[in-house]
């Protein structure tokens, strides 16, 4: 999963549409502020969009918001307030690192079909009784 379940600012400026403030909603503690829960990354190639708020079309601007485009301030998690000073090379080994997390044994259990799509968990019923 590549989630320890906890709740982390990483530097990522509010909306200021939807106004989420994250956990802080929940516990009003504003060292919340801006903590998001740390998701699973399983399946993380073929599930955008990224980010609490779908803001993150790609794993790739994911990559940018860790190298460049996040806004450091002190309560942003203390693993992070340099920014990831990730190079092009480290990026593309990154990436394929997060293709070897998808699980196509997990995306074709038809107990997690669509319903209709995977295998009726029912049995059927006869109409004509
Ligand atoms: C090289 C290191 C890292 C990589 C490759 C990485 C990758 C990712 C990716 C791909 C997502 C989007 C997943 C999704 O939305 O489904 C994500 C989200 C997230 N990551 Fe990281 N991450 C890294 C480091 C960190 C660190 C150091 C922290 C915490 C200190 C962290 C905390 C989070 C949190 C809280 C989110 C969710 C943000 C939100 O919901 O808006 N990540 N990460």
């Known amino acids: 999963m590549f989630t320890d379940y906890s709740y982390r ?4 400026p509010i909306d200021p549409f939807l106004k989420d403030w994250g956990r802080m ?19 993380v190639m ?11 079309f790609s794993v790739m601007s994911v990559m940018e918001h860790y190298r460049k485009n996040m806004v450091p301030d ?19 080994q990154l990436t394929a690192f ?13 107990n997690f079909a669509a319903p209709g799509k995977g295998i009726s968990t029912t049995a059927p019923v006869d109409i004509h009784n």
């Open 98 to 110: 997060l293709h070897t997390l998808t699980d196509s044994s997990f995306l074709k259990n038809p």
């Open 25 to 43: 909603k929940i516990t009003n503690d504003p060292t919340d502020s801006l903590k998001f829960k740390v998701p699973s990354l399983r399946n």
């Open 74 to 92: 002190s309560r942003t998690d203390s693993l992070l307030r340099n920014r990831l000073p990730l190079s092009n090379f480290e990026i593309g």
């Open 46 to 56: 073929l599930s955008f969009p990224y980010g609490h708020d779908g803001r993150f």
């Open 9 to 12: 600012n990483i530097g990522m």
